[in-house]
């Protein structure tokens, strides 16, 4: 493992600790903890959350794609965060999936893949309305969503992959926070040393034109809503996603948050206890409710 990946684990971490200190689940969440959906059983597991108010009910489902630069993160993480979004009226899947690098590119997505033909398996059980299926993702966890978009919409993207999507699927649309759409490995920061650790051969050009997401972006992309603020290192990736969407014609609903009196930081809408993280995902949910 190099450097980075152990500076982001540890400094992620307590940054987190930080967060969640003190935090509970809300008393009008139930939830549904630790449900193995791959073999890896260490690693493929994930929570629902829903609200107690909707029992009996089908709900439409929101799968959480948790972000930590590739090599950082679980759902224990997102578990508040996934919660919240639960409260909006929806039955939240929060998983855990394969880190780099013990395991490379596609373990991750693979493993959101797994999720997806869980929650189709198990529909009935935990009130899944499998006609209406959002995404959210931030960081690294947007990069990932966004790129298992792009294969349940274009085939050719897809074929190079050796797991299929549910037959037919498409999100309804997702949500990307503070995400990475194309990496420049000419510069040298630590998204850049992160490939190291995350791609098998460090960051080829075949490798880095495999996950630049804006590369695969076709017509058939779903409805997407993107957010970025005023202190995100990644800032400069939404235009540059912007841009594809247009080009493609794919609707879409951007949001910036933050000024220059109050700056917000890279994912600060994972943090329940900031009013602008609460803004923020209502934004996002009252988004999907308009494709429900």
Not at 91 to 104: D, G, I, M, Q, S
Not at 147 to 153: E, G, R, S, V, W
Not at 165 to 189: E, H, R, S
């Amino acid at each position: 493992m190099s450097a980075t990946s152990d500076m982001v684990r540890e400094s992620f971490k307590k940054s987190d600790d930080e967060r969640d200190a003190g935090l509970t689940t809300p008393e009008n969440v139930e939830r549904y903890d630790d449900i193995v959906y791959g073999e890896y059983t260490e690693w493929q597991l994930l929570d629902v959350y829903r609200p107690k108010e909707a029992e009996g009910k089908k709900l439409p489902v929101i799968v959480s794609v948790h972000g930590g630069g590739w090599v950082y993160g679980d759902k224990e993480r997102y578990q508040y965060y996934c919660m919240s979004l639960a409260q909006h009226g929806f039955a939240v899947v929060n998983f855990t999936y394969r880190l780099a690098p013990e395991f490379k590119f596609p373990a991750a997505i693979e493993d959101a893949n797994l999720v997806f033909h869980w929650i189709f398996a198990h529909a009935q059980q935990y009130g899944f309305d499998t006609e209406h299926i959002f995404g959210v993702g931030d960081s690294a966890g947007a990069h990932q969503l966004a790129l298992y978009a792009a294969i349940c919409t274009n085939q050719e993207y897809a074929e190079r992959f050796s797991f299929k999507v549910p037959d037919g699927f498409v999100p309804t649309a997702i949500a990307l926070n503070c995400g990475a759409y194309k990496i420049d490995m000419n510069g040298k920061d630590m998204t850049t040393s992160l490939m190291d650790d995350y791609l098998t051969h460090g960051g080829t050009e075949e490798e880095m034109e495999m996950i630049c997401v804006v590369n695969h972006i076709t017509e058939k992309y779903p409805p997407v809503y993107y957010m970025t603020c005023t202190g995100d290192f990644l800032l400069t990736q939404a235009p540059i996603l912007e841009e594809k969407l247009i080009e493609k014609k794919i609707p879409h609903e951007f949001h910036f948050y933050g000024d220059a009196q109050h700056e917000l930081g890279h994912v600060f809408h994972c943090n329940m206890k900031m009013e602008e993280a609460k803004k923020c995902n209502k934004d996002e949910c009252d988004y999907f409710h308009k494709f429900v």
